[in-house]
């Protein structure tokens, strides 16, 4: 059976605790490495977590976000397949189940997501964004990567060709540009918490309208 390497960057927030239940319930046996970005007070719950890495200093500071939490583990761990998970996010229990299941012999996989309301509630699933192929974009959330491919990929975490095309948005265009093999489980296993800071919803809006238009309301994507 092949392994796999569960990766969260935290900063302590009280989301965590769904974030590690939610992995907790995978159907499919896997390892989770919860790294802390600084010197932040974890919830009294997780303090004895058998995996928790604590940062001295605080590495989002450079503007790349949490680019080298999420770069450093490919040389840290030994298991076959790395995937991360936000702090403010979580996933369905057959999320790793259903990615170990498509990948097969393709270097990476990679899974759909949900929106979800900053407190918690569901909004529509995301069929404008991170669609892989489909778009522009592989959310960091949503892939299974085999660690040679994720140890070849983390210098990108820490590369930019400008304000947009930053952490998995660089790390996507090199996977596009060299045509690297990959499979899609096609199912919304991903529940992808809305920046509660950032209004985004209108943009996902319109976007899911005019993508569902463009194909006749047959999404080629989805497999739900």
């Given amino acids: 059976m092949k392994t796999v390497a569960v990766i969260t960057a935290t900063i302590g927030r009280e989301s965590l605790l769904q974030t590690i239940a939610s992995v907790k319930e995978q159907t499919y046996p896997c390892n989770h490495y919860i790294f802390v970005d600084g010197k932040h007070e974890l919830p009294e719950e997780i303090q004895n977590h058998e995996n928790i890495i604590c940062l001295p200093k605080p590495t989002g500071g450079n503007g790349m ?67 892989g192929h489909h778009a522009d974009l592989i959310d960091l959330n949503c892939y299974l990567m085999k660690r040679d491919l994720a140890t070849g990929l ?21 996977l596009k540009q060299n045509n690297i093999p990959y499979a899609a489980s096609g199912k919304y296993t991903v529940n992808y918490r809305l920046n509660p800071k950032r209004d985004l919803k209108p943009m996902f809006f319109q976007g899911n309208i005019m993508n569902k238009a463009k194909h006749n309301n047959v999404l080629p994507w989805s497999k739900a």
Wanted: glycine share 6%; charged share 25%.
């Fill in 154 to 174: 983390a210098p990108c975490w820490y590369q930019t060709t400008g304000e947009l095309m930053i952490g998995d948005r660089y790390v996507w265009a090199m």
């Fill in 65 to 131: 976000m949490n680019g080298g939490i999420v770069a450093a583990p490919a040389y840290l761990v030994t298991e076959d397949y790395l995937c991360w998970i936000d702090d403010d996010n979580w996933i369905d229990p057959d999320h790793i189940e259903s990615l170990v299941n498509v990948i097969e012999d393709k270097p990476y996989a990679y899974s759909l997501r949900k929106l979800i309301e900053p407190d918690g509630t569901f909004w529509p699933n995301d069929d404008c964004e991170s669609l």
